[in-house]
C-alpha cells in the first residue's frame, strides 16, 4: 500500500488479492473525520475509485505478481487531460497495452478519474516479458508516442522543469505485508 501527497489530495495505491476488495475507508478509519467527503458513488466517501485504463501487465496469478526487488520504492505522477481529449488518450493506451503487454514496468498502471490520471510504477522498473498475449493483432500504435500524447494534456502552470505535464508525488506512506507485497 502506497500513499502519494499532492497539496492537500491524496492518492492511494493498493492491490488487494483475487476478487476480494477492501475498502479504504476500512484502512484508515481513524482519518476519515479529517478527509472532506467526496461526492458521488451514492454515498458518502472519503476515497474516490480511478478506473485503470492502462497497465503494461496484469496479474495472471500470485505467483507471477510476487514482488522479487525487496529494494523497491513506489513512484507516484499525476496528470491533467483535457476534458475534450480523455476518449482519445483511453483509446491509445488500450491500444498500446493490447498491443505490447509488457513494453514497460510490470506493475505499472494508470488510473483515471474524471480527466485527473495517477501513475503508479515501481523502481527499479520490473521489465519481464508478459506471459500472456495481448488482445490485439494491430500494430497501430504511434512510433512517436510523446508527440500523440502531448495535446492530450493541460499543462501544470509553474511547474519545475520536466514536470509540466507528469507531477512526480512525494511518498507519504508505505505499508508492505509479510510476503513482500505492497499491502
Same mark, same amino acid.
Given at each position: 500500500?502506497s500513499?502519494?501527497?499532492?497539496?492537500?489530495?491524496?492518492?492511494l495505491?493498493?492491490?488487494?488479492g483475487?476478487e476480494?476488495?477492501?475498502?479504504p475507508?476500512?484502512?484508515?478509519?481513524?482519518a &476519515?473525520?479529517?478527509?472532506?467527503?467526496?461526492?458521488? %458513488?451514492?454515498?458518502?466517501?472519503r476515497?474516490?475509485?480511478?478506473?485503470?485504463?492502462?497497465?503494461?501487465?496484469?496479474?495472471?496469478?500470485?505467483?507471477?505478481?510476487?514482488r522479487?526487488?525487496?529494494?523497491r520504492?513506489?513512484? &507516484?505522477r499525476?496528470?491533467?487531460?483535457?476534458?475534450?481529449?480523455?476518449?482519445?488518450y483511453?483509446?491509445?493506451?488500450?491500444?498500446?497495452?493490447?498491443?505490447?503487454? %509488457?513494453?514497460?514496468?510490470?506493475? &505499472?498502471?494508470?488510473?483515471?478519474?474524471?480527466?485527473?490520471?495517477?501513475?503508479?510504477s515501481?523502481? =527499479?522498473?520490473?521489465?519481464?516479458?508478459?506471459?500472456?498475449?495481448g488482445?490485439?493483432?494491430?500494430?497501430l500504435?504511434?512510433d512517436?508516442?510523446?508527440?500523440?500524447m502531448?495535446?492530450?494534456?493541460?499543462?501544470?502552470?509553474?511547474?519545475?522543469?520536466?514536470?509540466?505535464?507528469?507531477?512526480?508525488l =512525494?511518498?507519504?506512506?508505505e505499508?508492505?505485508?509479510?510476503?513482500?507485497r505492497?499491502?
Amino acid at each position: 500500500m502506497s500513499v502519494f501527497a499532492h497539496g492537500d489530495e491524496w492518492f492511494l495505491y493498493y492491490e488487494c488479492g483475487g476478487e476480494a476488495f477492501v475498502d479504504p475507508d476500512s484502512l484508515f478509519a481513524e482519518a &476519515g473525520e479529517r478527509l472532506a467527503a467526496w461526492p458521488g %458513488g451514492g454515498r458518502p466517501r472519503r476515497w474516490a475509485p480511478m478506473t485503470d485504463i492502462f497497465h503494461y501487465q496484469r496479474p495472471v496469478s500470485d505467483e507471477h505478481w510476487a514482488r522479487r526487488r525487496p529494494d523497491r520504492v513506489p513512484y &507516484g505522477r499525476i496528470a491533467v487531460l483535457k476534458p475534450e481529449e480523455i476518449a482519445s488518450y483511453v483509446y491509445y493506451h488500450y491500444q498500446y497495452q493490447e498491443e505490447r503487454p %509488457g513494453d514497460g514496468d510490470k506493475y &505499472g498502471i494508470i488510473g483515471l478519474h474524471e480527466n485527473v490520471l495517477f501513475f503508479y510504477s515501481e523502481l =527499479p522498473a520490473t521489465l519481464e516479458a508478459a506471459p500472456y498475449e495481448g488482445k490485439l493483432k494491430t500494430k497501430l500504435r504511434p512510433d512517436d508516442w510523446q508527440a500523440a500524447m502531448d495535446p492530450h494534456f493541460a499543462k501544470w502552470p509553474d511547474a519545475p522543469a520536466g514536470e509540466e505535464i507528469w507531477r512526480k508525488l =512525494p511518498l507519504a506512506l508505505e505499508a508492505r505485508s509479510s510476503q513482500g507485497r505492497s499491502a
